[in-house]
């Protein structure tokens, strides 16, 4: 039998209102079944009490009147009506635990003529069977362990190319009394040592980064959208890509377009005035 | 001439002693033999040390290059190489500094030009740590771009941006060791900065400085802080890092 398809609309309806994946699934699933039965003009839907009688009588054509091999089906056959009253149910409950006297007793006593425990009253139409998505898996050796494996050797075959061909700067001795033109932090702060160009020190040095980063450690906590797909997070990707490409920017002017007194000049013109 | 032993023999030999099995635990392949067996992959993966970072089974899509670009994993790699490659440089290395003394620049000197492949690990040590800021970084995009910080992978995330921010503590302790301009200039720049903290501002610059301005107090701060404190420090946020991937389940997605 070919795999039941999801219908798009439910499912997307249902993540958007925070119904986790697996859930969102099995009720899509069950939206395009009931789709295709309506247009069989298949009746769905609990079905009236004349209908079950009809069905009961279905059922006790085609699988005899009596006895059955389920619970099920043994529940429903002995029905004289096809439908139990709330009375009659409870009683065949306590008979089917050998309680006579209405007083609870867990288990079945020695002199009971059941052999077996009644523990749930079926309904003739199933219950719903949702069972955990079964995961696409693979053994961590040899497969994950080779591919870091070739990773890990192609990072140490370029770190160590790149090692040999280009030295560490090394410059001449520290002089506290001989400021070098322009004097540059490390590449990675150089975007903070931009912004000190148009902030205060303590804008630029302290409130910007530290606010930056709890702002990126409360993302995981400010964003409520439960998910993962690209097309349901534009907001959120375009926010995190904005973020970014400002930052590389402001690294990138800092690195390569502040000279002497950290003032602007075209790299192509004045050269370069950055060191690894 | 005596009869020289089969290779079936000395594998014996060499295994079937009560040294051989206090190493590798019963059911290891290294006691039992390695068959490309589904058997043999679980155990080749649960009688391992790795076994505390990976789980015997892993998500099909997760091995997918494009999925992760071994990121995390290579961040890692970097840090271990850094550290190895700093265990090196440490034998040589002086962290002194002051007119008539100036030994932290002299063995950087001499690390260059006399210690065996010292230019090498030097300039494996600087690259490496330009490279893990620059994979570090990829990693943090990467894993937000999967939305691989959602619950229950939210502490996750704080971690990894606690190790981002780590990762910078160790660059920037490393600049300065070299002593040379480059070193103490970019140093001079970036505590600056803190200095304009509000508050205790100054404080938090005197005690980092080990003075008002970078002298050879800072130079003995900031190694201890790079080869010891700051590590430190990463290696438990690390263990934590690992150690809750495994319990959300892995890696995220797939998408």
Not at chain 1, 73 to 90: I, Y
Not at chain 1, 170 to 186: D, H, Q, V
Not at chain 2, 39 to 56: G, I, K, S, T, W
Request: aromatic share 12%; glycine share 8%; charged share 15%.
């Amino acid at each position: 039998m070919a795999e039941v398809q999801i219908d798009q609309a439910t499912y997307d309806a249902l993540t958007s209102q925070g119904v986790p994946d697996r859930i969102a699934r099995a009720k899509a699933k069950a939206a395009t079944v009931r789709k295709e039965k309506q247009e069989q003009g298949v009746e769905i839907g609990p079905k009236s009490a004349d209908q079950a009688t009809k069905a009961l009588a279905e059922f006790r054509e085609n699988f005899g009147g009596s006895g059955g091999g389920t619970a099920t089906a043994t529940a429903v056959a002995d029905a004289p009506s096809g439908r139990l009253t709330p009375e009659e149910r409870a009683a065949r409950v306590r008979a089917s635990l050998g309680q006579t006297n209405g007083s609870p007793s867990i288990g079945v006593p020695a002199d009971s003529k059941h052999t077996h425990r009644l523990l749930a009253l079926v309904p003739p139409s199933g219950i719903q069977q949702v069972s955990d998505k079964q995961q696409d898996k693979v053994y961590t050796w040899p497969h994950l362990l080779l591919v870091e494996f070739v990773a890990l050797l192609a990072m140490g075959a370029v770190l160590l190319v790149v090692s040999y061909f280009i030295d560490a700067t090394f410059r001449e001795l520290a002089n506290p009394n001989l400021t070098p033109n322009p004097s540059k932090a490390p590449w990675y702060f150089l975007g903070l040592q931009e912004l000190l160009r148009y902030f205060h020190p303590m804008v630029a040095g302290v409130t910007i980064p530290g606010v930056g980063l709890i702002a990126l450690g409360a993302t995981a906590y400010m964003d409520k959208n439960p998910s993962a797909k690209p097309e349901n997070r534009k907001f959120a990707n375009m926010s995190m890509t904005f973020f970014m490409c400002l930052w590389t920017v402001f690294v990138f002017a800092g690195s390569f377009f502040r000279g002497p007194g950290f003032n602007w000049v075209w790299p192509w013109v004045d050269g370069l005035f950055f060191e690894l | 001439m005596p009869k020289l032993p089969s290779w079936s023999e000395i594998q014996k030999n060499t295994q079937d002693n009560v040294i051989w099995k206090s190493i590798f635990r019963p059911g290891s392949i290294y006691r039992k033999g390695y068959r490309d067996t589904s058997r043999d992959r679980a155990l080749a993966a649960m009688n391992n040390v790795l076994y505390h970072l990976h789980p015997v089974k892993v998500k099909r899509h997760g091995l997918k290059l494009t999925y992760t670009y071994c990121l995390g994993g290579l961040s890692f790699f970097l840090f271990v190489v850094l550290t190895i490659t700093g265990i090196f440089l440490m034998f040589f290395y002086t962290p002194a500094a002051g007119a008539g003394t100036e030994l932290a620049y002299a063995d950087m000197r001499n690390i260059q030009a006399s210690v065996t492949f010292g230019q090498l690990v030097r300039n494996m040590h600087r690259w490496g740590a330009h490279l893990m800021v620059f994979t570090v970084f990829l990693h943090m995009a990467r894993v937000f771009y999967h939305g691989a910080y959602k619950p229950p992978r939210e502490f996750n995330w704080v971690v990894g941006v606690i190790l981002l921010t780590l990762t910078l503590l160790l660059s920037f302790t490393g600049y300065l060791l070299p002593w040379d301009q480059l070193a103490i200039w970019a140093v001079t720049v970036g505590t600056e900065m803190m200095g304009f903290t509000p508050v205790f501002g100054k404080q938090v610059q005197f005690v980092l400085l080990g003075g008002a301005v970078i002298g050879p107090n800072t130079l003995l701060r900031w190694y201890v802080l790079h080869v010891l404190f700051v590590p430190f420090v990463t290696v438990i946020f690390l263990a934590v890092h690992f150690w809750r991937i495994r319990k959300d389940g892995g890696i995220s997605g797939p998408l």
